[in-house]
């Protein structure tokens, strides 16, 4: 139960939420589609994962080794800053944030990429931002098939992206599982995306949006029930 382990500092805020969707899943799923769509549709304000201005993220796929632990840092420096400033909206939506954060470096630590000593400090800094955060009022999981991933990563085209062999997208999908298996502490909705094409379906974007709002009315009819 590495993940529930280590979430667990976010009980210190128990039964208090920050107002805010966030958006996870592995790398291709349509995170960040998805994000731009509720923004757009239900006038969420968006903050995107930090990967276009990032200095390291290139390099690091190339040379994972020696990269890991900077890469790992600036991730959780700025998602943390992201969701700090998230917090003080009145509705956000986040492309992934640092509460799956530990993802990444737990497999970068079981592959070798990266050393005991520095997930070890990493983990330290996790668990210091970890307790001034609070629990997100619904976690969207967009589950798919590591086949699946893989061609709408090969689609999408980045170079630096195509050189990561199968193994550790289907390792990433692995622990995305596990992950959600052990997070219980906030609202998760999982909608499988397979066969979905949100960004260019209608039909397929309605599905997925009006899936989203029923998981929030049925919130809202359980904390009014708590409440009564």
């Not at 903050?47 to 632990?69: G, Q, T, W």
């Not at 990493?122 to 967009?142: A, T």
């Amino acid at each position: 139960m590495f993940y529930a382990e280590h979430l667990k500092g976010l009980t210190n805020h128990k039964g208090d939420v920050w107002n805010m969707l966030v958006i996870d899943g592995v790398v291709g799923v349509g995170k960040s589609t998805l994000m731009e769509i509720l923004a757009k549709e239900k006038g969420l304000l968006a903050y995107e994962e930090p990967v276009v201005n990032n200095p390291i993220l290139d390099k690091f796929y190339y040379n994972r080794e020696r990269y890991s632990f900077p890469l790992q840092i600036f991730f959780l420096n700025e998602r943390f800053r992201h969701i700090k400033q998230a917090s003080l909206q009145p509705n956000a939506v986040l492309d992934r944030s640092i509460y799956g954060d530990l993802i990444f470096a737990k497999m970068l630590k079981d592959n070798g990429e990266m050393s005991v000593e520095e997930f070890n400090i990493y983990l330290d800094l996790f668990h210091n931002m970890i307790e001034h955060c609070k629990v997100p009022k619904l976690m969207v999981y967009l589950e798919i098939s590591p086949e699946e991933a893989m061609k709408r990563i090969v689609k999408r085209g980045r170079d630096f992206e195509q050189v990561v062999e199968k193994e550790y997208w289907i390792k990433l999908n692995e622990n995305y599982r596990q992950y959600f298996a052990q997070y219980s502490f906030s609202p998760v909705l999982t909608i499988n995306v397979d066969s979905l094409d949100f960004e260019n379906k209608n039909e397929d974007r309605k599905y997925v949006l009006t899936r989203i709002d029923e998981k929030l009315r049925q919130i809202r009819t359980q904390k009014e029930f708590h409440k009564s």
